[in-house]
Structures are given as structure tokens and as C-alpha cells.
């Protein structure tokens, strides 16, 4: 008796088991992609470790494709999950997996070949692939010049197909395909003459122009590609729409401008001849010094590299520099802040070089507590340059204009105001270059970001190595949940 009802629960049970299933069988609907990464509360994507897409900082993940994908993932008020692949074909094979990543952000060139391996977004970049050679070898023009020479492209890019379709009318071109490698390890083997071409993106160029003192283009290959995320073949469209949104969102409100600016932008900001000039320097002078750098930087608490950043803009790392006011040394001290430092010889780098740590921690502990970092750093410098008393001026006026003192973005607008009369007779301090400041510390910030990124965060904190400036790339540490500011 027992039995049999037990028996009658049980099959109760199941049908009703059954049944539930069936009902949500019928009705509920596959979530869609959107759906899915909202429900899991992560965006993953897939980049490679390069300086022109992913890599480590003093701030920990950046990159363009870092930068621009977390403001995504910041949208969509998801986590986000960064993954790297070694090369592009495995980039392609784990979008294409089941329960893989969903996005690739990898500076891809939305080519004919890659549109049945994915789907992409919007272009957000537009690139000119180019033939690059090195320094002192004869400049190749055009692709006949390519037969006979030893080139290397990446494995799977769109350079590679670029030379594949190339062959059929220059049959004798002979190019090597490589997975090992990125970018950064085709420009140093261009420098360093252990291949002499390759191709690469006009963008990864203008980012790297700066490591490598030897590397020229020869000629543009082809038309303007554009830049674009992918996405798995196979999905719906919804992130994909999501994703295209995003990206006219990123145009319209600038964003997308300015991290082209701070990331592409060495070269509109240095010139070709003053990227190619800045990789030497770094190479041949800045060795000399990194020791002193680090050492003052640790005493007064200061980035060492944000003080070799100002010691290039003072005097391009030349402890001799004397500029027409007389200001003289390697980090250009005026003799009345030279003598408040305790400095006795100006022209002693080690000296120069401690002597400008001190004045810049002390020009920035002056500063109002109202004005936060990053802007405290900017303010600083702009201190160390044109004084304390017209910086103040400048944010008074600020201030008077209704915008926001402590803000540098604001205040680098009205601070060349202190050279035009109107607005220096109503000031305290008077006139003064109110222009200076504001080269000096764009300057400034370009070195840093550009010394940033030939350090590895992994060397921080081992005791001066001379000559140990790295292109970044392989190192992985945890993942930083800030978006770095722009
Ligand atoms: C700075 C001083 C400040 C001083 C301002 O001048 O020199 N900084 C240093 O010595 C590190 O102390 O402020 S004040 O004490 O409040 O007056 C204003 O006098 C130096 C600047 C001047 C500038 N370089 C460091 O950035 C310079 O040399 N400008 C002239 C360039 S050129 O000769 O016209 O090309």
C-alpha cells in the first residue's frame, strides 16, 4: 500500500517535472547575445599584448583597445574580461568557440579574408598599411622593390594577405609569415637589420616610431583600410548593434578623438624627425641618467619617469643646455631655485637632476588640496615652469570666466592670457609666457606616456638597471577595474 502511493508521488512528481519543461520549452526564448553578457554581468574579449592594443602601465591595463572596450563594458554596466591570444589565428579560433569570448578588439583591419571568420562593428580607425625599411638602406618605392628582400608580417594578418594577393602579379615575391612575433618584434628586427621590410599598420607605426630610432617608411601599400571589432560569426545582432551604438557615441562625444590623440598622436605632436630623434635619445642618452632619476624620484616621492620626461623637455637630456634666460642644466633651474635647493653646479646632471625633484615635490605640495590628482600633477608642472604666483593668477581668472580652477584642462585654456595686456594689468604677478606652460606640460605628458610604456611595470622597484628600457608587451598582471583618464 505504502508502496504503490509512494510509487504514484513519484510519477506525480516527474510528469509534473516534465510538464514545467515543456512549458519553458515552448516559451522562453534563447537569450540573445546582449542578453547573455548582461546576465553574466562580464563582457569578454579577446585582444593581443602590443602597445598599440593591450598592455601593462603604471596604472596597470591600458591600451587603445583597453581603453576604448572598457568604456564599453562600462556602458553596458558589465565587468570586463580581458584575454589574449599569442597570434591571430588563435585570436580568430577562441572567437569562433562556443562559450569563448564574445568580442575581439585587436585592431583588426576588416578585411575580405576575416569576413567569414567574424563580424565586424563600425570602423572606429582608419589605417594605411606601409612597407617599412631601415634607415641607411636603399628606399624601396614601390612592390617591385620587394622581390629579393627578406620580409616578415605577422601570421594571418591582412598584410599577409595583402603580399599573398601581391604574388600573383610579382611572382617572384618571397615573404615569410611569422606567429611568434608581434609588432613590436617586426620593427626591432627592421631596426636592428636582421630583415629589411615588413608591413605594418600606419597607426602601430606612429606608436612605435618612437622605440625604434631606425625604422622609415618606404612607401604606403595600398588604400586606406578601416579598424573595426569583431564579433563570433554565428551570433545575433544584438551586442553587435549595442557595439555600433557605442562607437557613433564615441565619435559624436569626442572620446574617441582623444584617446586617438593621446595614443596615435606622438607623431602630429612630435613630428616624424622628432619621434625618430626622441628613440635615439632614449637609446643613447637617457642610460646616462636613469640612475640619478630613479634615485631623486625615490627621496622626493615623484615618478622617476615623469622627471626624465621633464629633464627631455628642459634640455633633451643635455646637462650643458642653457636657454636665452639664462636658466641653465639639465632640468633648466633659474639660479635663485637652484641656490633654494641647495644646488652648487647647475651643469652637474646628478645635482641638476636632485635639485629639480625636490622643486617639483615642493611646488606641488603648495598647491591647494582642492586640486586632485591627475590635474595636481599637471598644476605642478606648470608651477615648476612659469612660477606659483602666475598659476595662481591664471586659475583667479578661471575662476572669473566660470570655469573650474582646480581642472587643468581649464585652466591651460586661460593661462596664455597672462601675455596679452587686457588680462595681465588686472592680474597680481603681472605678465608672463602664459603660453610656455601650457607646450610644457603637453610636452611633458607625451614623454611620460611614451617612458611609460618602454618600462616594464615588472622593473619598478629593482634598483637601477641602466639601459633597461623594454617596448612593452608580454608582461600580464591583474586587472585594474579604473578606466584611466584621458
Ligand atoms: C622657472 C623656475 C621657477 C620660476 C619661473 O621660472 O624656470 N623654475 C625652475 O627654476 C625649475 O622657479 O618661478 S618663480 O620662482 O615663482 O619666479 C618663473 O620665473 C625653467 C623655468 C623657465 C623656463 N625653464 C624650468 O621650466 C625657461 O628657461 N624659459 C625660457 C625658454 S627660452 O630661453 O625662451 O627658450
Redesign the pocket.
Known sequence: MFAQSAFRTRCACWLSVIGILLLFGGCAEEPSALERVQAEGVLRVITRNSPATYFQDRNGETGFEYELVKRLADDLGVKLQIETADNLDELFASLSKPNGPVLAAAGLVKSDGRQQHARFSLPYLEVTPQVIYRNGQQRPTRPADLIGKRILVLKGSSHAEQLQALKLELPDLVFEESAAVEVVDLLRMVDEGQIDLTLVDSNELAMNQVYFPNVRVAFDIGDEQSLAWAVAPGEDSSLLNEINAFLERAQKNGSLQRLKDRYYGHVDVLGYVGAYTFAKHLQQRLPRYEGFFRQAAQKHEVDWRLLAA?GY??SLWQPTAT?????RGL????L???Q?MGVADRLNPKQSIE??AK??AY?KSQLPESIQEPDRTWFALA????????LEDARKLTEAEGLNPDKWLDVQKILPRLSQKQWYSKTRHGY??GG??VH?VRNIRRYYDILTWVTQPQLEGTQVAEGSLHVPGIDKRQPNEQTPPL
Open positions: 621633464m623637455q628642459e636657454s636665452k634666460t639664462g636658466v632640468m633648466m633651474l633659474t635663485r631655485t637652484a633654494a635639485g629639480g622643486y617639483i611646488v608651477s615648476y615652469n612659469v612660477g606659483g604666483g602666475h608672463a609666457r610656455e606652460p610644457f
